[in-house]
């Protein structure tokens, strides 16, 4: 039996075999493509270099150390205009962590909600959910964050309406909320003595609350009794908590805003550039997680529900149990790709004013000190690790729930 | 093995576009708008009386006309402009791309600006400092009573500085308001989503001007900064630096000379006053030395208007903006608006 290809020759390498022959094909291609995309970068590099040299612009990051001289509306740590303009985008990624952060979960809740009732058989629902889909998928975002930022300054009464005799506007569960064209001003908590032992009960339940699912499920799975895991898991929750708060003699008040000045004073202000930016972003990524979860459960093949039928199950236990933990397979990995697009959409928050990362290190800060060229790479670096980080945490995630194959 | 086939490719890469430079960064501006057909200048997307389109679509207003007056100087023609609206927070950055030649956009002339953010400042054509705007019925009647005030501000502004400063040195609380454009800020100021509208008092007087009920509406006595606002360009062509700064100067200059758009021809033919002969280039190579027609002074003048002629016709006291020329009236009359001899 003759050899399909012959063995090479040792001494027979000619230059041309470079191109014709299969061994060395692929290699010349990849060393010119190699080559060629050096020579852009290298070129693209010297060129910044000698175009930054004569302007007298020299990379530099010294700039990050001198004082950043402006305020930023929305402070999550100590910031005043003196600190350091590495300080202010400290504050600028900590608001963007944050708006992704409470996006990404109110985003998930909307998106479920609407995917799931899309596929219900009441018409009127599934066609609303429709509606609310395609309107908001297909029209770009930033024009939804200034939407709704001018809906909320517009709408809602200015702080100057609560005053008086008779005010045009007033507040909401009890005089403790208030609503307004600036904001929003919820009640602060105010720790007296012994609050701390409110607050580890309270975590001591979390973890309670964690433990009893695990019990309780490994209790299913052993002897297929299930436990009315809501209600009881509620009253870990509130119980111990409430009890402490009550025998400590109420040591957390909370301090509702009140009219001081010009302003709402003493609550926490949820900033309407907050707000706005946070709702757009939520409900603009919540109709695309919409729809992947939509596709996540029709992708569960029909067999299933109806075998989860015939056993006897109800449709709620059905969906918990057997449709959504396969259909989860299915929807995490382009679930992390909205989480992701939710982050770096955030970008976006200079629209209306809320002042992010890119509004603070990208923006004004770039803007004082003239150094485009280092904040814009600071900028990309950190969105970068920022998205990495959300997308390895998820793959964790994603992990666990995949199908365990021994 | 690999490792040294990478290494050598990257290192031949590196040779090859090395050589392959062509392009010189160095280049001079004037001869670059000049191959153009037209000067980019950078405006303010929207300040009535100083930039802003009229209902036509053509822009209009005190800082084009410099636009304008920098176009006739070297074409002949004011026309031929390409305008490109900046935002304060991108105005630099565009600035020192090469988006645009020149900026003529009220922006204030620091040491920061002019020395490590390369920019060349080519003189002053609007002394302003910042000032405050309130409703009336807050009965606010000092800056000093602004403890706790939502404030609207412009970001990448130099007022957004000063407002710090201004707040901090006097030990009170404000919120800002960050917003991206002026007419951002005063949708957001007339919304009542600040209390406070804080910018150059010229822009707070064009803004309040255009206000359904102007009236309704006060500007504090406090100036809280010096703001010198002017046209600027990029660091190192200082040629293109100079015809950007004579050509205000020759707007300046027409003014003090008693040259308007109306005389200026009929002085062309030749006056007693050897400085106005120069100026319009009846005498001497001015123009010649600038890289300039030698008429170009000229025609800046009949065709756009001598510095106070412009003044008038966009933000003077018989347009709506209603600035009176105070600190910008020539140093003749009590002012600060002065050019170097044309010599």
């Known amino acids: 039996m003759t050899t399909m290809i012959d063995p090479p020759k040792a001494d027979g390498f000619r230059i041309s075999q470079l191109l014709y022959d299969t061994r060395y094909r692929a290699i010349t291609i990849q060393v010119i493509a190699v080559i060629a995309f050096a020579m852009i970068a290298v070129f693209l590099l010297v060129n910044v270099n000698r175009n930054l040299a004569s302007l007298g612009k020299e990379i530099d990051f010294g700039f990050l150390s001198n004082p950043s001289n402006y305020d930023i509306q929305q402070v999550l740590v100590d910031y005043s205009s003196q600190s350091s303009n590495l300080r202010a985008a400290y504050v600028g990624l900590l608001n963007t962590l944050f708006v992704a952060f409470l996006g990404c979960i109110l985003a998930t809740l909307i998106g479920v909600t609407a995917g799931v009732l899309r596929l219900s058989k009441n018409w009127l629902v599934a066609k609303i959910m429709t509606v609310y889909v395609e309107t908001f998928r297909n029209i770009p975002v930033v024009i939804w964050i200034i939407a709704t930022m001018a809906v909320l300054s517009e709408a809602l009464p200015q702080p100057r309406a609560f005053r008086g005799e008779n005010p045009d506007a007033s507040m909401w569960l009890w005089d403790s909320v208030a609503v307004t064209g600036r904001g929003t001003y919820i009640p602060r908590p105010e720790w007296g003595a012994g609050s701390i032992f409110v607050v580890i009960t309270f975590l001591l339940s979390l973890v309670a609350i964690w433990a009893f699912g695990r019990w309780s499920k490994r209790r299913f799975e052993a002897t297929g009794q299930i436990l009315p895991n809501v209600w009881i898991k509620l009253a870990i929750f509130a119980v111990p908590t409430l009890l402490v708060f009550f025998i400590l003699g109420r040591p957390i008040a909370l301090v509702s805003p009140a009219l001081k000045g010009f302003n709402f004073q003493g609550g926490i202000q949820l900033s309407n550039s907050f707000l706005a930016l946070w709702l757009a972003l939520s409900v603009y990524t919540g109709s695309f997680i919409a729809e992947i979860v939509r596709s996540g459960i029709l992708a569960i093949s029909k067999g299933q529900s109806e075998a989860a039928f015939a056993l006897g199950m109800r449709p709620s236990r059905t969906m918990n149990l057997v449709i959504l933990p396969q259909a989860l397979r299915v929807i995490i990995p382009p679930l992390i790709s909205q989480f992701l697009n939710l982050t770096k959409n955030s970008s976006l928050a200079l629209a209306v004013g809320y002042q992010d990362l890119r509004a603070t290190l990208g923006g004004t800060t770039m803007n004082n000190t003239g150094r485009e060229l280092e904040c814009m790479l600071l900028m990309m670096m950190i969105y970068l690790v920022v998205s990495l980080l959300i997308s390895s945490g998820m793959n964790v995630y994603n992990k666990s729930m995949k199908l365990k194959e021994r | ?343």
């Open chain 2, 1 to 343: 093995m690999k490792k040294s086939v990478f290494m050598g490719t990257l290192a031949a890469a590196g040779l090859v576009a090395t050589g392959a430079m062509a392009q010189d960064a160095g280049s001079s501006t004037l001869a670059a708008v000049k191959d153009h057909g037209a000067l980019k200048c950078g405006v303010n997307p929207g300040t009535p009386g100083f930039a802003a389109p009229d209902a036509s679509g053509v822009w209009k207003g005190f800082d084009v006309d410099l636009c304008r007056a920098v176009a006739a100087a070297i074409f002949g023609d004011p026309e031929k402009v390409e305008y490109t609206p900046l935002t304060s927070a991108v105005r630099f950055t565009a600035l020192s791309s090469g988006e645009v030649d020149m900026l003529a956009r009220n922006t204030t002339w620091t040491f920061s600006r002019d020395v490590d953010l390369k920019a060349e400042f080519t003189g002053v054509n609007y002394y302003d400092g910042q000032g405050f705007m309130i409703p009336k019925d807050l009965g606010v009647s000092s800056a000093k009573e602004l403890e706790g005030a939502t404030v609207c501000i412009e970001t990448g502004t130099t007022t957004e500085l000063n407002l710090a400063d201004y707040f901090r040195t006097n030990g009170m609380d404000y919120e800002p308001v960050p917003v991206e454009s002026f007419t951002e800020a005063q949708n957001q100021f007339l919304a009542g989503a600040c209390d406070v509208y804080t910018t150059d008092a010229s822009a707070l007087a064009a803004s309040r001007a255009s206000f359904e009920n102007p009236s309704d509406y006060v500007v504090l006595p406090e100036i809280i900064s010096k703001e010198p606002l002017g046209p600027l360009v990029r660091h190192g062509d200082s040629e293109w630096g100079d015809v950007v700064r004579w050509t205000l100067n020759a707007m300046v200059s027409a003014e003090e000379l008693g040259v308007t758009s109306e005389n200026a021809t009929e002085m062309a033919a030749g006056t007693d006053n050897p400085e106005i002969n120069r100026l319009l280039g009846v005498e001497g190579e001015l123009g010649a030395m600038l890289g300039l027609p030698n008429e170009w002074a000229f025609n800046v003048i009949t065709m756009v208007g001598n510095y106070g002629e412009t003044f008038e016709a966009n933000i003077g006291e018989s347009t709506p903006v209603g600035l009176a020329r105070g600190l910008n009236a020539l140093w003749t009359e009590g002012g600060l608006i002065y050019s170097p001899p044309f010599r």
